[in-house]
């Protein structure tokens, strides 16, 4: 049974597979290009094959191209050559490409038609204003005179009502006057910018029509001999890069060629590319965005392995308190805080099962499925808005225990610190997340070093994922928590445990501090 390539342990042959992948990159010379490309940062797969009379065997692919090729020998080559240097792709893509020095000269020249204009519109809105104020001068010193002359009784008041009409029609006229100028003012800057906004909204439908006729090419195979296009596959415009991943180029091959699939695996190979944490020489699942919906088609037809992240599990879940208004739980590791897509079980779950009949548990705030320790919950509406303000003004207090990896040499472990990344989601392959000093949000932790490899963690924004990133980032600890597979390496576990937990009660005020101790 082929293994499932969203959920795995390397099968030995594969390791053994990609050993030879590895030797064969090592002996590649410094100066070669396909060495150096591969060396910032690649993603090579196995798949284990077997053939008609049972041989076995193995393919080998990596992920997008080197160095602009898709069709080096002893890889798989792609699933659709699109590169051929004069083909349609490669012709439309230039013409779009072309266009980008085109734009960026009409917005150059554009930005200085518009400050030229700017200029000169401020130039007038500056003698109509002041023409405006001398105007309201000459209306104030008029009505001033006006009045001297009613306490007088001096002049005719048909005339002074006259004069004062006209005055006031007058200084609306010169106030139009200088609306009239603002907008002539926005209507040449939407005139001007127009002519790039044109060129920016071609080149998008020429990148969109490109997109499409690639993706309505590009067509894969599955297991039962059934063929599809990527469009028809994911239903829309799939996400850049789809089928150039290991998986579906070693997949696509067996098919080809009569090969039976049995079991696959991924490595990385170089330096993690910025932002993201990935270990040169780990094995790591298939993508989401881009494989998840491609390798649900092309897997049909031959028996794969169950995922066992989304199949359900019995487990126990220990109440630590409760009362009438809030429950501590702790949590095991390999439960899920709140129901997911699967049927696996979940805190949520468990304790609707204690309270059948009341609107509550509300789940307050969430730990990893991955990780085990203490949770609070609420049991009426009035705690769970109570905690939920607590946590917004982060006066509650979590302490994490956690296991790391062994130090890279050279770089020692300051025995506490504070590290603070910022940390958005990794949209092509939820749910890791990403370093971003540009777009993400603020993510902060307290660290201090118990022994060598034993840390205590102060988490003191709540992202998804941060303890986890900051200790596996190179721009924090660059130490995975061991058992990490999506940033580290797989174990038995993730070593990663929430040992202490401080709140005040939602009732009575009262400061509560329960304590849980991890098994590891």
Same mark, same amino acid.
């Given at each position: 049974?082929?293994?499932?390539?969203?959920y795995?342990?390397?099968h030995?042959?594969?390791?053994?597979?990609?050993d030879?992948?590895?030797?064969?990159?090592r002996?590649?010379?410094?100066?070669s290009?396909?060495?150096?490309?591969?060396e910032?940062?690649?993603?090579?797969?196995?798949?284990?094959?077997?053939?008609?009379?049972?041989?076995?065997?193995?393919?080998?692919?990596?992920s997008?191209?080197?160095?602009?090729?898709?069709?080096?020998?002893?890889?798989?080559?792609?699933?659709?050559?699109?590169l051929?240097?004069?083909?349609?792709?490669?012709r439309?893509?230039?013409?779009?490409?072309?266009?980008?020095?085109?734009?960026?000269?009409?917005?150059?020249?554009?930005?200085?038609?518009i400050?030229?204009?700017?200029?000169?519109?401020?130039?007038r809105r500056?003698?109509?204003?002041?023409?405006?104020?001398?105007?309201?001068?000459?209306?104030?010193?008029?009505?001033?005179?006006r009045?001297?002359?009613?306490?007088?009784?001096e002049?005719?008041?048909?005339?002074?009502? #006259?004069?004062?009409?006209?005055?006031?029609? /007058? *200084?609306?006229? $010169? !106030?139009?006057? @200088?609306?009239? %100028?603002?907008?002539? &003012?926005?209507?040449?800057? #939407?005139?001007?910018?127009?002519?790039?906004? /044109? *060129?920016?909204? $071609? !080149?998008?439908? @020429?990148?969109? %029509?490109?997109?499409? &006729?690639?993706?309505?090419?590009?067509?894969?195979?599955?297991?039962?001999?059934e063929?599809?296009?990527?469009?028809?596959?994911?239903?829309?415009?799939?996400?850049?890069?789809?089928?150039?991943?290991?998986?579906?180029k070693?997949?696509?091959?067996?098919?080809?060629?009569?090969?039976?699939?049995?079991?696959?695996?991924?490595?990385?190979?170089?330096?993690?590319?910025?932002?993201?944490?990935?270990?040169?020489?780990?094995?790591?699942?298939?993508?989401?965005?881009?494989?998840?919906?491609?390798?649900?088609?092309?897997l049909?037809?031959?028996?794969?392995?169950?995922?066992?992240?989304?199949?359900?599990?019995?487990?126990?879940?220990?109440?630590v308190?409760?009362?009438?208004?809030?429950?501590?739980?702790?949590?095991?590791?390999?439960?899920?805080?709140?129901?997911?897509?699967?049927?696996?079980?979940?805190v949520?779950?468990?304790?609707?099962?204690?309270?059948?009949?009341?609107?509550?548990?509300?789940?307050?705030?969430?730990?990893?499925?991955?990780?085990?320790?203490?949770?609070?919950?609420?049991?009426?509406?009035?705690?769970?808005?109570?905690?939920?303000?607590?946590?917004?003004?982060?006066?509650?207090?979590?302490?994490y225990?956690?296991?790391?990896?062994?130090?890279?040499?050279g770089?020692?472990?300051?025995?506490?610190?504070?590290?603070?990344?910022?940390?958005?989601?990794?949209?092509?392959?939820r749910?890791?997340?990403?370093?971003d000093?540009?777009?993400?949000?603020?993510?902060?932790?307290?660290?201090?070093?118990?022994?060598?490899s034993?840390i205590?963690?102060?988490?003191?924004?709540?992202r998804?994922?941060q303890?986890?990133?900051?200790c596996?980032?190179?721009?924090?600890?660059?130490r995975?928590?061991?058992?990490?597979?999506?940033?580290?390496?797989p174990?038995?576990?993730?070593?990663?445990?929430a040992?202490?937990?401080?709140?005040?009660?939602?009732?009575?005020?009262?400061?509560?501090?329960?304590?849980?101790?991890?098994?590891?």
């Amino acid at each position: 049974m082929m293994n499932n390539p969203f959920y795995y342990r390397p099968h030995p042959l594969c390791r053994q597979a990609m050993d030879e992948v590895a030797a064969w990159l090592r002996q590649q010379s410094d100066r070669s290009p396909f060495r150096q490309e591969c060396e910032a940062g690649k993603m090579f797969g196995v798949l284990l094959v077997s053939d008609g009379n049972g041989r076995l065997g193995y393919l080998a692919a990596f992920s997008g191209q080197v160095c602009g090729r898709g069709d080096w020998p002893g890889f798989v080559p792609m699933i659709f050559d699109y590169l051929q240097p004069d083909g349609y792709f490669i012709r439309h893509e230039k013409e779009i490409e072309d266009l980008a020095p085109l734009i960026s000269d009409e917005q150059e020249k554009t930005v200085q038609q518009i400050e030229a204009s700017r200029q000169q519109h401020e130039q007038r809105r500056k003698v109509l204003q002041a023409g405006i104020e001398i105007f309201r001068q000459e209306m104030a010193a008029s009505k001033l005179r006006r009045d001297a002359q009613r306490q007088a009784g001096e002049g005719n008041e048909a005339e002074r009502i #006259r004069e004062s009409q006209y005055q006031k029609a /007058e *200084l609306r006229r $010169r !106030r139009q006057k @200088m609306r009239q %100028e603002e907008e002539e &003012w926005t209507a040449e800057e #939407r005139l001007l910018a127009g002519r790039t906004d /044109e *060129l920016i909204a $071609r !080149r998008k439908r @020429m990148s969109d %029509e490109l997109q499409r &006729w690639l993706f309505s090419h590009f067509r894969v195979v599955n297991g039962r001999g059934e063929w599809r296009s990527l469009i028809e596959v994911y239903g829309c415009i799939p996400p850049s890069g789809s089928g150039e991943c290991c998986e579906p180029k070693l997949l696509q091959y067996a098919y080809s060629h009569q090969l039976k699939p049995l079991s696959m695996a991924m490595m990385w190979w170089g330096e993690s590319p910025r932002g993201e944490v990935r270990h040169h020489g780990a094995y790591y699942p298939a993508c989401n965005a881009k494989c998840k919906p491609l390798l649900g088609f092309m897997l049909q037809g031959i028996a794969v392995e169950d995922n066992q992240l989304l199949m359900p599990a019995s487990q126990e879940l220990p109440i630590v308190y409760e009362d009438d208004a809030v429950c501590v739980v702790c949590k095991p590791a390999g439960m899920l805080s709140v129901p997911g897509k699967s049927s696996r079980e979940s805190v949520y779950s468990h304790l609707r099962l204690m309270w059948p009949h009341a609107d509550t548990p509300i789940i307050v705030h969430r730990l990893d499925m991955q990780t085990s320790g203490l949770l609070v919950t609420a049991k009426t509406f009035e705690a769970y808005h109570e905690l939920q303000r607590q946590f917004a003004n982060h006066e509650i207090r979590k302490t994490y225990i956690a296991l790391l990896e062994s130090a890279q040499q050279g770089k020692p472990t300051p025995r506490e610190g504070r590290i603070s990344l910022p940390l958005r989601p990794d949209l092509d392959d939820r749910p890791r997340q990403l370093v971003d000093h540009t777009y993400g949000r603020e993510a902060i932790t307290d660290y201090r070093m118990l022994d060598d490899s034993r840390i205590e963690l102060h988490p003191l924004t709540g992202r998804t994922h941060q303890l986890r990133v900051h200790c596996a980032s190179s721009e924090g600890l660059g130490r995975p928590i061991i058992g990490d597979d999506l940033y580290g390496h797989p174990s038995s576990r993730l070593f990663l445990h929430a040992a202490r937990l401080t709140f005040r009660h939602p009732v009575s005020g009262e400061w509560m501090e329960f304590e849980r101790e991890p098994e590891f």
